[in-house]
């Protein structure tokens, strides 16, 4: 949580509100989010972090759908 601390702000493209979270940049790939970071680690806002957090439920909501099928 280091770089939090520091005041980095949002990675996602075109907003610049205050991190709140930062996550393996690997892990907000794919989500939907269109984050610019060369880092390993992403930084993102309240607002963006809750997109993330929704973004990944129904990825696994999918998964167990499709699961539950066999
Ligand atoms: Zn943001």
Not at 34 to 59: G, N, P
Not at 61 to 66: L, S, W
């Amino acid at each position: 949580m280091g770089i939090i601390a520091k005041g980095a702000k949002c990675n996602v493209t075109g907003c610049d509100k205050d991190g709140m979270r930062s996550l393996t940049t690997s892990k907000v790939e794919g989500t939907g989010l269109s984050i610019s970071t060369s880092s390993k680690r992403t930084v993102l806002c309240k607002e963006h972090y809750k997109e993330w957090k929704k973004a990944t439920k129904e990825d696994r909501d999918v998964e167990r759908a499709r699961f539950d099928r066999f």
